[in-house]
C-alpha cells in the first residue's frame, strides 16, 4: 500500500489519513455450534473509509457488533487509541465516540424525523433530572445546543423539509438517511454503517455514497461499511476486509482486494440482495 505508515498518508483525492485508531486482534465469536467470527484481525485508520464485505452469513454484522460492544467475543482484543477495551456495554462504547446504523432500520416510526433524530443526542444530555430541577438554567443551555446540532445535521442530510413527518410516513431510502442523520447526531469519531444502501435504487445511492463522503471529508468521521453492492465499495473505500464463513480471506485497497483469487472464488455464484 502507498505511502501508508504509522503515521498515515494521504490518499490520491488529497484527504488525510492518520494512524491506527482500532484494532481487532484475533477476535473469535461462536454462537452455540455457529462459528461467526473465526480468529479475525485487521486495524482501522483514522480517517478512513474501512469496508467490510463478504458473502451472506460471512460475519460482517457480527463484526460490527463486536466492535460496538452489542456482542462480546468469546476470544481477541479490541484496542482502541491504543489500549485495550475492557468488556463494555454498547452504551459505554457509544460514550467512546461510536455510533451505528443497524442492517434492519431501528428508528421510532410513531416519531417525527426531529425527534427521531435528537434521540442521537443521549450521549451529549448530561443534565440528569436533578440538574434540570434544581438548577433549570444548565438544562436549557443543553437543550438549545443540542437542538442547534440536530438542526445542522438535518440540514447536511438535506431533511429539512421532512423534519416534522412522522418516520413511518417515510419512503425506505429517507429513512436510512434519516437513521444516519440520529447516528451523526451523537456526533461520532467511528460511524459504524450496516448495508446503509441495502434495498435502494440507483439514484438513492447516489445520494447516500455522496453523504458518507461527505461526512468522512467534512467532520473527519471514521467510517466502517458493510455494503453488499460492489460498485459502491469499491469507488467509496479506502481499504477492505473480504469475510467468507467467519473467516478474513482479503484485506487491503479495492484494486488488491479485487485480484484476490480467493476472494474472486468466494464470490464466483453467490447471489447477493
Ligand atoms: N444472534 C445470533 N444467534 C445465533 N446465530 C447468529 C446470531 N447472529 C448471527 N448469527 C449467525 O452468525 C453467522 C454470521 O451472521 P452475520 O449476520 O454476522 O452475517 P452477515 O455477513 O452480516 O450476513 P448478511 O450479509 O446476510 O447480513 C450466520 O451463520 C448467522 O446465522
Ligand atoms: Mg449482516
Not at 195 to 200: L, N, Q, R, S, V
Given at each position: 500500500m502507498k505511502d501508508m505508515d504509522t503515521q498515515g498518508y494521504t490518499t490520491a483525492d488529497g484527504r488525510k489519513i492518520g494512524g491506527v485508531v482500532m484494532e481487532m486482534k484475533n477476535i473469535t465469536l461462536r454462537f452455540g455450534g455457529v462459528?461467526?467470527?473465526?480468529n479475525i484481525s485487521f486495524d482501522i485508520r483514522e480517517g478512513e473509509i474501512r469496508a467490510i464485505i463478504g458473502p451472506n452469513g460471512a460475519g460482517k454484522s457480527s463484526m460490527l457488533n463486536v466492535i460496538s460492544g452489542f456482542y462480546n467475543p468469546q476470544e481477541g482484543e479490541v484496542i482502541y487509541k491504543g489500549q485495550k477495551r475492557p468488556q463494555m456495554k454498547p452504551y459505554q462504547v457509544a460514550r467512546q465516540g461510536i455510533a451505528r446504523t443497524f442492517q434492519n432500520i431501528a428508528l421510532?416510526?410513531?416519531?417525527t424525523v426531529l425527534d427521531n433524530v435528537m434521540t442521537g443526542r443521549i450521549r451529549q444530555m448530561n443534565a440528569g433530572l436533578l440538574a434540570q430541577a434544581i438548577w433549570k438554567g444548565k438544562a436549557e443551555r443543553e437543550e438549545t445546543e443540542n437542538r442547534e446540532a440536530v438542526e445542522k445535521i438535518i440540514d447536511f442530510l438535506e431533511i429539512q423539509h421532512i423534519r416534522?413527518?412522522?418516520?413511518?410516513?417515510?419512503?425506505y431510502g429517507l429513512k436510512k438517511r434519516v437513521e444516519l442523520a440520529r447516528a451523526l447526531a451523537a456526533e461520532p469519531s467511528i460511524l459504524l454503517l450496516d448495508?446503509?444502501?441495502?434495498?435502494?435504487n440507483v439514484e438513492e445511492k447516489e445520494d447516500m455514497s455522496r453523504f458518507i463522503l461527505d461526512v468522512n471529508d467534512e467532520f473527519g468521521t471514521t467510517i466502517v461499511l458493510i455494503e453488499h453492492d460492489m460498485g459502491v465499495v469499491m469507488d467509496l473505500s479506502d481499504r477492505v476486509v473480504v469475510m467468507d464463513y467467519g473467516k478474513k480471506i482479503g484485506d487491503g485497497t479495492p484494486d488488491e482486494v479485487r485480484n484476490n483469487q480467493a476472494v474472486i472464488d468466494a464470490y464466483l455464484g453467490v447471489a447477493h440482495d
Open positions: 462459528m461467526a467470527i473465526s421510532f416510526e410513531g416519531m416534522k413527518t412522522p418516520v413511518g410516513r417515510l419512503p448495508e446503509p444502501m441495502a434495498g435502494m
